[in-house]
């Protein structure tokens, strides 16, 4: 799924892609209703600023020829951003 934004056009997600992706799996990895309800607060909180640095960090890594990038598949979600949440 291509970025319909020309700026963005060159990478395999939007930010806005990016971001509902990471929340998905983020909130698809509780194993009870209070891990929900506490993987909901934690995005409630100031994590912007984290998921828009972990998808500038991707679309680098992605323009780079000498790297091979996962970052936009569910694998590298797991590996990076949700990880990241879940370490908060």
């Known amino acids: 799924m291509k970025s319909k934004n020309d700026k963005e056009s060159k ?11 990471v929340t998905e799996l983020f909130l698809d990895r509780a194993d009870s209703p209070s891990d929900l309800e506490f993987r909901q607060y934690i995005l409630n909180k100031e ?3 984290l998921i828009e640095c972990e998808y500038k ?15 936009f598949t569910d694998e590298g979600l797991l590996m990076q951003p949700v990880r990241i949440l879940e370490m908060i």
């Open 11 to 21: 990478y395999p997600m939007t930010y806005k892609e990016f971001e509902k992706r």
């Open 47 to 49: 994590v912007d600023d």
């Open 57 to 71: 960090s991707a679309c680098s890594d992605y323009v780079n020829p000498n790297y091979h990038s996962n970052q």
